[in-house]
């Protein structure tokens, strides 16, 4: 079909729209096939100079391992070897910051202290 705006008018607007449909619909169907074609990348896993590279803050390795103490990164530990899974890293980076175990323990704590003073006995 020709340039679409020139010419226009509401005879041929139904047969425009006809028109710009099947395009949409063809476009839709070409990128669902793109899409089903691109093989799916597999889960990988990472050792502590592949994390630091990469992480998108480039953190050194003094800093890994300050996450890991604090248990701030998801982490696979294999005797004295970090591991780290691709997917759990990436799943971390979208949540932001999480709380260290120490936070945790620290609200558990003070959820278990309000419970007991609560009057809460049996």
Known sequence: MENLTEGLTLETLPKAFT????????????????????????????????????????????????????????VHKGGKKLRFLKSEIDNWLKQGRKKTLVETASEADQYLNRKQKGGCHE
Do not use: M
């Not at 889960?43 to 604090?70: I, M, Q």
């Open 19 to 74: 028109y710009l449909t099947n395009e949409v619909s063809e476009i839709k169907r070409l990128l669902l096939e793109k899409s089903n074609e691109q093989p799916t990348e597999t889960d990988r896993w990472f050792d502590l100079n592949e994390l630091c590279v990469y992480h998108p803050d480039k953190p050194s390795k003094p800093t890994v391992y300050g996450w890991v103490n604090a248990g701030a990164i998801p």
